[in-house]
């Protein structure tokens, strides 16, 4: 197998954190305080890396850039605080993203042949139940541009804090994608598999589970307005995503993905007094 690693300009998951909750709170440190009087909003900007697979279903991997954004605490007009995350329990919705970069065979010389998939944004929503101890969400998007499918996503955490500045968690996760998702990444036209010189067999991918791994996400309060992230993990493809030429001939059953970021907190009243 081929385990280089290729600087791309795209990323493969734009965002490391994103949290937008209604109603509920994003999961925070331990020891995090309610905001002070007449903030209306808190959020954390930053950026980091993230190494993942160079497309669905590679072996091989690039180096991105990535943005970090988490809202952290959120005052609306009529609907005063919807986001919270200085409160650590509660069930709660929120915006889910995803960036699939761009697929080109000029780029992989193992899919010679296979038309080129442009990047994809996808763009949907999720449920989120933060507990002391766990964490559990389930999501779906939809894609725009490279593909017009859905895609979905469940997992649950434990929750650890060793300190009040280290908070840890680890657990399963499972996706799913329907037939739009996997024939554009993982199925092969007949005209592809000629082009590609009998290296990939002609393939019809249905939807179904795609992959099942483990996550590991760590956040460390560095002070009250940096925080350091990081995540690893492990996904195993499954189904027809495992049985795709693409993935058999081309790239591997077993995917990466490591991210290490940093973030700043900025604090603001929406009146601007």
Do not use: C
Not at 144 to 149: A, D, I, K, Q, T
Not at 232 to 239: C, S, W
């Amino acid at each position: 197998m081929r385990h280089g690693f290729k600087r791309a300009g795209l990323v493969s998951r734009a965002v490391l954190g994103f949290g937008l909750l209604a109603g509920a709170s994003a999961p925070a440190l331990a020891g995090e305080t309610t905001p002070a009087p007449g903030t209306d909003v808190v959020l954390e900007l930053g950026a980091g890396g993230r190494v993942a697979p160079a497309y669905p279903g590679a072996d091989n991997y690039t180096l991105s850039p990535v943005p970090i954004i988490k809202l952290r605490f959120l005052v609306l007009p009529v609907f005063g605080t919807v986001a919270d995350s200085s409160k650590n329990v509660g069930l709660g919705f929120y915006p889910a993203f995803n960036f699939e970069g761009e697929r080109n065979a000029n780029d992989h010389s193992e899919l010679r042949g296979m038309k080129k998939v442009d990047w994809a944004v996808e763009l949907g929503a999720g449920v989120r139940y933060t507990g002391d101890f766990v964490e559990a969400f389930a999501e779906l998007r939809r894609g725009f541009n490279g593909h017009h499918g859905f895609v979905g996503e469940a997992g649950i955490d434990a929750v650890m804090h060793p300190t009040d500045k280290l908070k840890l968690k680890f657990g399963p996760r499972v996706s799913f994608a329907d037939s739009e998702y996997m024939s554009t990444y993982f199925g092969v036209t007949s005209g592809e598999a000629t082009a590609s010189g009998g290296r990939l067999s002609a393939y019809d991918a249905g939807g179904g589970f795609r992959d099942v791994g483990l996550e590991f996400g760590a956040e460390y309060a560095w002070s009250d307005k940096i925080t350091l992230y990081g995540d690893a993990g492990y996904r195993r493809l499954v189904g027809d995503a495992a049985d795709s030429p693409v993935v058999k001939r081309a790239g591997s059953e077993n995917q990466f993905t490591a991210g290490l970021g940093l973030t700043y907190k900025f604090s603001w009243n929406v009146d601007g007094k």
